[in-house]
Structure formats: structure tokens, C-alpha cells
């Protein structure tokens, strides 16, 4: 088992910058694919973006390519989503996911942190 915990969330103006952080336990973790995922009230789930095992395949939505960069440092077990340049429709609660195997863009994952709210202003 995993569990993981996000951390970093908060409230910025549009334009802003915030890193989201995922802690996770276990001795396995470098096994795991990587992902983020958001939900806007309202909203479905989506995709925002992954990495594989040891970086090597990095995914991100459309909507984030450019301003949004994950990164993994495996020695502490720790995932990270910096978000820059952020936009009001970026608020959503961030969800931090694991995955054992093959990385993945859909919600198709093992293990999932409880979430960290992220609201832009405008």
C-alpha cells in the first residue's frame, strides 16, 4: 500500500504561482506512475498531468501545457506540481495519485490522496 498527501494549496491572485507537494509512504514508491487530477465544483475529474517511473514519459492536459511542470524526487518519496502563470479556472481541488504500472491519463489509479484546495482569483 501507498498513501499520499498533498500539500501546497491555497489561494493566489491570477498571474500567480503555487507548488503542490505529494508525500507519500512506503519503500516502493519509485515502482509507482505518478499523476495529478483535479475537480472544479461541478465538474468531472480530469486529467492535469503524469509522470512514469523514473521521468522518463511526462504527460500534461492541454489546458496546463506550458504553465504547469511535475517532477518527482524519488529519494523522497515526494511528487510536486509547480503551476505557474494561474488562472481563475485553474481552482479546483488537486488530487495526488499513484499508479502501479504503466502511466495513465485517465482516473485509472491505485492510490489517491485526500486532496489540497487551490483557488485563483481573478
Known amino acids: 500500500q501507498v498513501q499520499l498527501v498533498e500539500s501546497g494549496g491555497g489561494v493566489v491572485q491570477a498571474g500567480g504561482s503555487l507548488r503542490l507537494s505529494c508525500a507519500a509512504s512506503?519503500?516502493?514508491?519509485?515502482?509507482?506512475?505518478m499523476g495529478w487530477f483535479r475537480q472544479a465544483p461541478g465538474k468531472e475529474r480530469e486529467f492535469v498531468a503524469a509522470?512514469?517511473?523514473?521521468?522518463?514519459?511526462?504527460y500534461y492536459a492541454d489546458s496546463v501545457k506550458g504553465r504547469f511542470t511535475i517532477s518527482r524526487d524519488n529519494a523522497k518519496n515526494t511528487v510536486y506540481l509547480q503551476m505557474n502563470s494561474l488562472k481563475p479556472e485553474d481552482t479546483a481541488v488537486y488530487y495526488c495519485?499513484?499508479?502501479?504500472?504503466?502511466?495513465?491519463?485517465?482516473?485509472?489509479?491505485?492510490?489517491w490522496g485526500q486532496g489540497t484546495q487551490v483557488t485563483v482569483s481573478s
Open positions: 509522470t512514469s517511473q523514473r521521468s522518463l514519459s511526462i
Open positions: 495519485a499513484a499508479r502501479r504500472g504503466i502511466m495513465a491519463i485517465t482516473s485509472d489509479y491505485d492510490y
Open positions: 512506503g519503500r516502493t514508491f519509485s515502482s509507482y506512475a
